[in-house]
């Protein structure tokens, strides 16, 4: 029996939607929200409530533009010696790091916006002050 084509191709995308997560899909909709509540409250007491910098400087898309992803990553679990930014991996783990920064990044899931900015730490994206 054959399948009609749009059946199959919507088939086709919906497999595809569930792989764009592979890596969050183990963070529960409460961890991220919890995950969120961090990112507003507790970075914002340095970075600024809208994330445009205080103690700490902006954690805005554009401020974050051509960092590496893992370079951030490493920042939020291990700090900045030398600076106020401490390390955060008492509390989170790496797929939670990642998790927010891709939030900062403004991904939403697209494996492009990963490479992207991986691709950062080989254009001077590692000098970051965070």
């Not at 529960?28 to 340095?46: F, I, N, T, V, Y």
């Not at 600024?48 to 400087?57: A, D, I, N, S, W």
């Not at 951030?72 to 790496?94: A, C, D, H, Q, Y």
């Amino acid at each position: 029996m054959r399948r009609p084509r749009h059946k199959t191709g919507i088939i086709l995308a919906a497999l595809g939607a569930l792989c764009a997560f592979p890596v969050y899909a183990d963070i529960p909709a409460a961890r991220q929200a919890e995950l969120r509540h961090l990112l507003d409250q507790d970075c914002g007491s340095c970075h600024g409530l809208t994330r445009q910098g205080g103690l700490g400087p902006a954690l805005t898309k554009q401020a974050l533009a051509g960092k590496s992803a893992i370079m951030l990553r490493e920042v939020i679990l291990n700090g900045r010696p030398g600076t106020p930014m401490p390390p955060w991996k008492s509390f989170l783990n790496e797929p939670e790091a990642e998790w927010l920064v891709r939030v900062l990044l403004g991904c939403t899931g697209s494996s492009d916006c990963q490479t992207q900015h991986d691709a950062g730490s080989s254009q001077g994206g590692t000098d970051a002050k965070h």
